[in-house]
């Protein structure tokens, strides 16, 4: 391709992608929703939290699920001072193999969850491995949705798990699959520190 088409080519693109920028004039908080088999939904939850921390917005972390140790992201972010982190799960559900504790362990953590987005000082918030109590069965997304649409204008929100509640979907303003095709585990390579957990 020559310069002059090439540089014709990038100025058609920079009107197209300007006039979608110019048509963008909402300023309000979203909804995200990170779904799929593959690996990186909380890692780029987290990602995006550092990005609005460094922002100078106010965040905060619930984990639904994890809770037999401390991860590498709890570590590094539990000191921050605009962060507050809810490590509320009792791990995996093939490991605690106790229904009724695990529902507890869901309630409780949406009770944190529910104040937190009524809470205009919160920017974002991250319900980590969420979607997961709906499968299972442990909440019910309806009170979920309630709180979503009530929560202040400008606050963000993200949810990750490998499914999601059909009603969280019809709210939400973004949702990224994340697709699976290879995984060093199933290939025999130990879990380790600062990749999976």
């Known amino acids: 391709m020559s310069d002059s088409n090439h540089q014709n080519r990038m100025q058609r693109k920079k ?9 963008a004039t909402e ?13 990186g939904k909380s890692s780029s939850a987290l990602g995006t939290l550092a990005r609005s921390l460094g922002h100078g917005q106010k965040g905060a972390v619930i984990q639904f699920i994890k809770g037999r140790r401390e ?32 529902i507890q362990a869901a309630e409780t953590a949406w009770e944190i969850a529910k104040g937190l987005l009524e809470d205009p000082a919160y920017n974002i918030i991250v319900l980590d491995e969420m979607s997961y109590m709906f499968k299972y069965g442990y909440l019910d997304p309806v009170p979920v ?9 400008h606050q963000n929100v993200i949810i990750t798990g490998r499914t999601m509640a059909q009603p969280l979907q019809e709210i939400a303003d973004t949702i990224s699959t994340v697709q699976d095709e290879r995984h060093a585990f199933r290939g025999g390579v130990k879990a380790q520190a600062g990749i999976e957990y």
């Open 15 to 23: 009107e197209v992608v300007d006039e979608r920028i110019s048509r």
């Open 145 to 153: 949705v309630e709180a979503l649409k009530r929560r202040p204008a």
């Open 27 to 39: 300023e309000r908080g979203v909804l995200i929703l990170l779904k799929g088999n593959g690996k």
């Open 71 to 102: 991860t590498g992201e709890y570590l590094f972010f539990r000191d921050h001072p605009r962060l507050d982190w809810h490590i509320m799960g009792q791990g995996f559900t093939w490991e605690t193999q106790d229904r009724e504790r695990d």
